[in-house]
Each structure stands twice: as C-alpha cells, then as structure tokens.
C-alpha cells in the first residue's frame, strides 16, 4: 500500500496541475484546501482574501463535522466582516487571521481559548450556535514574490488516528505550508492574468476612442458596435429552434467576441479624416464649393460691367440690355445652384446631369492673380508649367487640373461633382475599404493566445457579405463564422442610426429597418441573424437606450422580415 507521504505527493502533482490549468475560479484553491486539510487530517479550513485596497475578507469555509460550507465572502461576512489589513494595528484584541495578515507571519495554537490576547468572541458565539468546539487552529500568510500580502488559510482542529483534536505539529505545519504555497502561485497568476487582461483591454478601449476622436462625426461607432454585437448574440445563443439552435458561444469566444467588436475598425487610424468625413464632393479639408461661388460672383460682377459698358456705348436700348443682363444672371444663379445640389451627396447623378456639369464647365473667367503664390513646396512641384500658372490667364469655371492629381487621389472639382452616388469616388472608396486589411494585418501582427486566435477573423469579415460580394476578400456565407455575421449585422445598424454622420440626415427607425430588410434579401446580411435580429426585438432594445427618441417611430416587425 502506498505511504501517507506518497499520497500527498500525488495529492500536491494533480493540485499542481490545476494551478497551471490558468483556471480564474476558486475551484483549484477549495481544491488545494481540501487535499491540505486532508493531509493534516484538520476538521475545518478557511479561505481570507487580501483585496488589491488591502480589505481582508472571508472568501471561503468549510467544516467536515458539520457539513457547513460556504462559499460566498457575503455569506461568510456573518462570522468575519472584511477588515482593513492597516487598521488591524488599532485594535485592542485580534483574531487569529487578523494577527497572521498584520505580523505576516504563521500562527499555530493548540487551544486558542487559552491565549489571553487573542479576539475569540466570534469563535465562541458559533462554536454555541452550532454546538461545536474550536480547539486548536494554525493560519499560514500567503505572500507573493513581491511581497504582497494575497491572503491568508486557515486550519482547525486537527485530529489524531482515533479522532481526538491535537495541535497541528511541527511536521504538518510544513507539508501544509507547502501545500498552501500552490494557492500563492495560483491567486498570483491569477491577479497578473487580471491586470494583463485590464491593461489589453484598457489599451483597446483607448485605441477605439482614439479613432472615433479622429472623427467628430464617428465619435461613438467604436464603443456602440460592441453593444449591438452583444446583444445579438445573446439573442442567437438563446435560440431553441430553427438554423441556430445549436449555436453557442464559449467563455473564450465571448471574449474573443469583445475584443474583436472593440477593434474592428482600428485601421481606420491610418484612413485620412476628411475621407471618413467627407460630407460634400468637393470637401477636402474643406468644402471648395465656396471656390466656385467666388468665380460665379466673378461672372455675374462681369456681366454687370459688360452691361454697364453696353449701356454707356449705347449699343442697344436700355429695356433690351437689362433683360440681357437679368436673363444672364439667372442662368447664373441656376447654374451655380444645381452644382451646389449635385454637391451633395443625396443626390443621385443621371447621364443628363452629368452633360450639364461639363456644358457649365466650359464657362470661362479671366484670373489675374499669380495661381503660385502662398503655395507649399508639396504643391509647386505638382505644377508642371510654373510659368503658366504665374501670369493673368482665362480659366473654365469647373476645373480638372494636373495639380489636383494628389497621390492615388483626383481632386478635380468636376471629376468629384461627377460621383454619381454619395460624396466618395472611386479611389477614395478604395482607401476606406483598405482599413479592413490594415486592421486584419494589424490584430495578425498581435500575438493573441490560442484561445484568442477568432479575433483576426471575427473582426476582419464584417464587410463581407454572405453571397460572396463583399469586401476584403469576397467571402460567402458559408466560408464565415456566425459571429463574424454578427458583427456586419452590428456594424451596419450602428452605421444607419447613426445621427451624427455628415453626409446624411438621421434616419427614423423604420428607414433603418427597410433598408436593412434590402440588404438582406440582396445577399448582404445573413438571412437567419437578420431574423433572429428582428424577432428578438434587438433593434429596439438598442434604440430605446442608444438613439434619438425622434429617430424611434411605430413598427410593425411582420413587415421587415
């Protein structure tokens, strides 16, 4: 038969095992507790737990004879309040833990009712209250490598072979001291696992609010599309039936989901803000429809002049010469305002529309200023014919010029007034795009554990589209996970509801949903989460607590499915 020894030498290489397991429970330390207790043949063992602002609570306890277990400090708090570790110096009499965390150091007392000094109320009161008999206790601190105080264990009565309660011997206090040592290790792991896992998150969240501050008109997508994904999983986790009633997360994929919603868009960091805020065609870092106004105000002084001259050289009537100057004017005035319409970025452009930009364009006014003047040197080595540029010349009205190529952008003002939809152009939209492989390469560059490894993925697909046309690399449906699918639904909800976009007006509720309901049925989102979305009500938990009231009109669900 093997040895007692042998026994506990088994006992503490399976404890062992467990404190490497990186289990963020209390299981291992109960475990760890009990093996202990058994070795030393202790009736009864305590768990106190130093907080990080120094409060000592009970966390834990367990009493073989009486079959009492707790497992809650909130329970445990009846026989020990959480105490103050510093301010245990202040009080006249002390508990045996109490003594054990201000000295750091072991107590060990055969009969505890037999040390004058010693706070035994407490013990007393329960030993009556449950008709027992507290004799002899050992409390052992437990201090990490840097010479923190984590907590302390505490063992009663510990029993000889015929059952009669003895002192806890030299022998055992060190093979329980051992024993114990793995708690140390464990709840050291464990509070370094805790503040790495705070500080990546903390880092995430900063980096998120970075890129949102970025924009003032994105300033929440970040920290919302989170929300939105986690409760969308929550509803599709719940589901008993249909295509995901067998879907479900674990605590690392939950986890993995977090900060995977958290960094999804983190490569817009490198995206130039008045892309992202590009409300009108013609904004750069600013709207350079004013440009264009001051050559129509050029245009309209010169008709005056010209009718001013006529009217001097007596060329014509008076009455003929002023509907002359009136009717062009007015064409004037609608000219400049149908450039300042086709702007915007809600006005969808027709080949008609875009046959009139080049006809007004051809306008042509005189510039007398030297056009390289007050230029940076970035901009006069875009200009090819320096010369040109210096003296008066005559200039249309909507300019294409070479200069305004800047890098793989076309800033061209009829080139951009020509964008038939929205305020983005075709390489601009690009750009924007290219923030989901900079932020694929970025959370591939993360050396994320294993179990963390679904980040890349569920935060790199929330631009593709399940019928295998979205973006970066065109995946179906099929070829994605549902928590990928999960995030585009987020991603794209959080987008339309959205009241702080410039390019477009704040969408009612019901808008958001139509448009959604398209998209779904266009192949864009996932037929089942979209349903599950709807069903659930998700979208309304959302917009009751994140959106305007105004933006939350009357909806029928039926009609959006």
């Known amino acids: 038969m093997p040895s007692n020894n042998d026994i506990i030498l088994s006992q503490i290489l399976e404890l062992c095992k467990k404190v490497s397991q990186k289990q963020d429970n209390n299981d291992v330390i109960i475990a760890i507790l009990s093996a202990a207790a058994d070795a030393a043949n202790a009736d009864g063992r305590f768990f106190f737990e130093v907080s990080s602002d120094k409060y000592m609570s009970l966390n834990y306890s367990c009493i073989n004879s009486l079959q009492a277990t707790q497992n809650s400090s909130i329970e445990n708090s009846v026989f020990f309040p959480p105490v103050h570790v510093p301010d245990i110096r202040n009080k006249m009499a002390k508990r045996p833990a109490e003594i054990c ?7 060990n007392y055969s009969n505890i009712f037999m040390t004058s000094e010693l706070d035994t109320s407490f013990i007393a009161k329960f030993d009556e209250e449950n008709n027992y008999s507290t004799v002899s206790v050992l409390d052992i601190p437990l201090i990490d490598r840097k010479d923190n105080l984590l907590g302390v264990v505490q063992f009663i009565n510990a029993k000889d072979n015929s059952g009669k309660i003895i002192a806890f011997t030299a022998e055992i206090q060190n093979i329980l001291i051992s024993m114990c040592s793995l708690i140390t290790i464990f709840l050291e792991n464990r509070i370094l696992s805790a503040d790495y896992k705070q500080l990546l998150e903390s880092f995430i969240e900063v980096l998120a609010r970075a890129i949102d501050a970025k924009s003032p008109y994105t300033g929440s997508h970040c920290q919302r599309v989170p929300i939105i994904t986690r409760m969308l999983a929550t509803a599709a986790v719940e589901q008993q039936e249909g295509p995901l009633k067998e879907f479900d997360l674990s605590p690392d994929d939950w986890y993995a989901l977090h900060i995977a919603s958290w960094l999804h868009d983190c490569g817009k960091i490198t995206t130039p803000e008045y892309i992202v805020d590009k409300a009108t065609k013609l904004e750069t870092i600013n709207n350079r429809i004013h440009e264009i106004r001051n050559r129509f105000e050029i245009l309209r002084r010169d008709a005056h002049i010209t009718y001013l001259q006529k009217r ?13 100057f009136v009717a062009r004017v007015k064409q004037l005035e609608e000219d400049f305002a149908f450039i ?14 875009i046959d009139h930009l080049d006809k007004i364009s051809t306008q042509r006014f005189t ?19 320096k010369e040109l540029y210096a003296h008066p010349a005559e200039e249309t009205l909507l300019q294409d010029r070479p200069d305004q190529l800047v890098e793989q952008y076309n800033r061209g003002e009829l080139y951009n007034l020509k964008t038939t939809q929205g305020t983005i152009t075709e390489e601009e939209r690009q750009k924007i795009n290219e923030h989901i492989e900079v932020t694929i390469n970025m959370l591939e560059a993360l050396p994320f554990p294993k179990e963390l490894s679904n980040i890349v993925e569920y935060a790199g697909c929330h631009h593709e589209r399940v019928d295998g046309k979205g973006y970066p690399r065109g995946l179906k449906g099929n070829q994605m996970s549902i928590p990928a699918k999960i995030m585009a639904i987020a991603d794209v909800f959080e987008a339309l509801t959205a009241r702080d976009r410039p390019y477009k007006e704040p969408k009612k509720l019901s808008e958001v949903l139509n448009i959604m309901r398209e998209m779904k049925n266009s192949g864009h989102l996932d037929p089942d989460l979209y349903e599950v979305f709807i069903k659930n009500g998700v979208y ?18 039926e009609e959006y499915l």
């Not at 050289?313 to 509907?323: F, G, P, Y």
Request: proline share 1%; hydrophobic share 30%.
């Open 101 to 107: 965390a201000y000295n750091r150091e072991i107590v």
């Open 312 to 324: 001097l050289a007596n060329t014509d009537s008076k009455e003929n010469l002023q509907a002359e």
């Open 340 to 353: 300042a319409e086709c702007n915007k970025g809600d006005k969808e452009l027709s080949r008609e529309d």
């Open 367 to 385: 510039r007398y200023f030297n056009r390289m003047l007050g230029l940076s040197w970035a901009e006069r080595n875009r200009v090819k014919n």
């Open 540 to 557: 309304l938990d959302y917009a009751e607590q994140y959106i305007e009231k105004e933006q939350i009109d009357e909806i029928n669900p």
